[in-house]
């Protein structure tokens, strides 16, 4: 498997964004980061891509933030600002995708890591009725207050 942080795939209109650090369950390093920024960008500017479907490899969809990396830098204050900052920014940048985005959720999610699920949104916005794109079909399985949805891939 790639070295790279985020893992893109194309196909059929479709963009999976795979976190990438199976090994740290997909924790939310700066790093991490500011690759989903700059995929996310990426994303807004390509007319090709109508879904966006962010997952994770290995055991774990994402862990939460990088609290290793977080203790490396002591806990710093300029540090904890900026990774804080860049999460917010990730967030923000999901909602305002102008395209359906779907968090395909596996195993844990917990802290920072369950936020892209609770901030997705999505085409369906219904209760229980499946999302289909490219014959792929996901079903909702959690709700945000403001519309979005964490979805799963169905059977």
């Given at each position: 498997?790639?070295?790279?942080l985020l893992l893109r795939e194309d196909r059929d209109g479709v963009a999976t964004l795979?976190?990438?650090?199976?090994?740290?369950?997909?924790?939310?390093?700066?790093?991490?980061?500011?690759?989903?920024?700059?995929?996310?960008?990426?994303?807004?500017?390509?007319?090709?891509?109508?879904?966006?479907?962010?997952?994770?490899?290995?055991?774990?969809?994402?862990?939460?933030?990088?609290?290793?990396?977080?203790?490396?830098?002591?806990?710093?204050?300029?540090?904890?600002?900026?990774?804080?900052?860049?999460?917010?920014?990730?967030?923000?940048?999901?909602?305002?995708?102008?395209?359906?985005?779907?968090?395909?959720?596996?195993?844990?999610?917990?802290?920072?890591?369950?936020?892209?699920?609770?901030?997705?949104?999505?085409?369906?916005?219904?209760?229980?009725?499946?999302?289909?794109?490219?014959?792929?079909?996901?079903?909702?399985?959690?709700?945000?207050?403001?519309?979005?949805?964490?979805?799963?891939?169905?059977?």
């Amino acid at each position: 498997m790639s070295d790279a942080l985020l893992l893109r795939e194309d196909r059929d209109g479709v963009a999976t964004l795979t976190l990438n650090r199976p090994q740290a369950r997909n924790a939310l390093s700066q790093g991490m980061l500011r690759a989903l920024l700059d995929a996310f960008a990426e994303l807004k500017a390509d007319e090709s891509v109508k879904v966006v479907v962010l997952a994770g490899s290995g055991p774990a969809f994402c862990a939460g933030h990088d609290l290793k990396e977080l203790r490396a830098n002591d806990y710093g204050r300029a540090y904890t600002q900026a990774l804080f900052a860049d999460c917010a920014e990730v967030m923000q940048a999901i909602v305002r995708l102008p395209k359906v985005v779907i968090a395909q959720v596996h195993g844990i999610a917990t802290a920072a890591g369950a936020q892209p699920g609770g901030v997705v949104r999505s085409g369906g916005g219904r209760r229980g009725v499946p999302l289909r794109h490219a014959g792929r079909e996901y079903r909702p399985v959690l709700f945000h207050p403001h519309g979005g949805a964490v979805a799963q891939r169905g059977a």
